[in-house]
């Protein structure tokens, strides 16, 4: 199969603005961190209504800071959920504390809040909640939780760039959330994060902290403003966006809305053509704009006599890329060493692990491409029907 033929799992949307965007970069002198650097943050912040907003080099980068910004280490329970990327556990042991899963609603397969609520010990040291697929948590009853045990949210807001949540903007609900521009994300930058926080206090930390601990704009060191000597109050990361990848970030970001609204058009189609299939597709909960990062299925295993990773090679034969969101957690050898009774009390997270496929979802899937994607997944489920 030509790769002109292969329907590819995502595909990032750039047009002549973006090229042009890099190219002025490049010849403006200055490459890394600088002016476009911090009109993208400003954009993120005016986006998402966040009186702070700092650019990163990724999402893992920006989850890393969030935590030693709030001092979590060794000793500390942070809860999350087990139906993410490998990221947002690692980071977790990255700062040496111990990540405590929670499962996930049925409906929906984001965390549930009741079992947020359970695991709350003394230890609990953040909540990690991650936005799956671009779908908002429920964050008013996460943030009750948080409020009466004084724990901060750290919002894994990698698939939820443009989301909204009761009328307000993903990034400007809770103490912190932290986006992903990673290549198959709704708005890329190549690889890229932010973090957005209403707190003052805590941006001053995350910013040093982001460049090798170094005073506030030291990074204009180079430039024309002049010489200034900067100090180090504390070792930091070198976790900072480049000018290039921002000067793609600022383009993107204007198309964001106009992204979300061509994904939304091309899930309808899906969730219409696939209904009388034995698959399940994901719930909504009300007055929420949905990213529609990703377009994840649940296959009915029971009405099929193959498995899920037997119909993946199937689809990948016909030419069809996809994926699976996610491998959960407590299913990777590490994380069964570390947590090996976490499976017990994730029934749901753990079947979710066996039965998901992410469909190709981007604004540029074409009708036919769609088409073709509906036609095979239909050939195959009813050629596989027990
Ligand atoms: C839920 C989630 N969290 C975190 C990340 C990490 O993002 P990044 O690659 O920008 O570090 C990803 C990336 O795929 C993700 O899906």
Redesign the pocket.
Known sequence: MSDHDYIHFHRYSFGPEEREAVLAALDSGWITKGPRVAEFEQQIADYTGAKHALALN????G?HLALRAYDIGPGDEVITTPL??V??ANVIVHVGAQPVLVDVDPDTLNIDPEAIARAITPRTKAIIP?H?AGQPCDMARIAEIAKAHRIPIIE?A??AIGSHYHGQAVGSLTDVT?F???A??NITTG???MITTHNDELMARLRPLSLHGLSQDAWKRYSAQGFRHYTVEEPGYKYNMTDIAAALGVIQMKKCDTFTARRQERVQIYQQALSHLPISCLGSIPDIVHSHHLFPIRLQLEALSIGRDELLSNLQAEGIGTAV??IPIHRHPFYQRLLPEAEKSLPIATRAGEDLISLPLYPDLTPTQQERIIGVLEAQLKKSLR
């Open positions: 990724s999402c893992t980068a989850l993410t990327f990221a947002t991650v799956y894994d990698a698939h932290v992903s521009f990673y198959t994300k690889e890229g994060g969101h996610f």
